[in-house]
C-alpha cells in the first residue's frame, strides 16, 4: 500500500507512449491493465502493446523470466522493471530454512541465484544504458526497517528510495544516490498518475 507498482507503472506508460519497449516483471500480481488504461487513457491499447509482460509465480519461474530477460533484450528496450525481486524468493527462502535441518546448502543456493539476478540486471543497466526498476519489500526488526534479501540488494542497489504510507500519508525518501543528498517528497496517488505534495531538501 505504499505506492511501489504504482510508480512502476508510471515508469513504464511513461516509456510505452513514446513507442519504446519495457520488460515489465510482475511476480507481485499487482501489474493492473486498467491501471494503465487511466494512466493513459488516449493510446491504451499501443501503449500495451510496447510492455511485454512477465508473470513468475514461483521462484523457479521468477529464473526463467531472467532468462527470457536475456533473450527480449534482442529488441529495443528503454526500461526494465522487476516489481517485487523478493517475494518469491522469500517464499522458497522460508521453505528451505524449514527444511535444512541445520544445513544451509539450499539456502545459499537461493540466496546465490537472488544475486545472479541482480547482476543480472546491473550488467545490462552497465553495459548497454537500460534503466532498471527494482522493488522491494521491508520487515521490522529490532525497531529497525530491513530489506528482505539484505545486504544482496543494497550491494547491487544504486539508488535507493524509501516509500512509507502512514495513515495515508505517502512519502517518499532518496536514501541512497551517487550525487543527490538525502531528500523526501510527500505526494498522493491519483487517477491520472501521482501528484506531488512537497519538496523538503
Known sequence: GTGKTNFCLLAAVSQAKKGNKVIFIDSEGGFSSERVKQLSPEDYGSVLKNILLLKPTNFSEQKKAFDELLKSLKDEVSLIVVDGMTILYRLDFAA???NDKGENGEMRKINSELAR???????????RN????????VYKWDDSLRMVGGDILKYWGKCLIELSNENGKRMAYL?????????ELEFQIVDSGIRKRGFFA
Open 96 to 98: 528451505a530454512r524449514d
Open 130 to 137: 537500460i534503466p532498471v526498476i527494482v522493488t522491494n519489500q
Open 117 to 127: 539476478q541482480l547482476r543480472v540486471l546491473a550488467e545490462i543497466a552497465r553495459k
Open 175 to 183: 536514501r541512497k544516490h551517487r550525487s543527490l543528498p538525502e531528500k
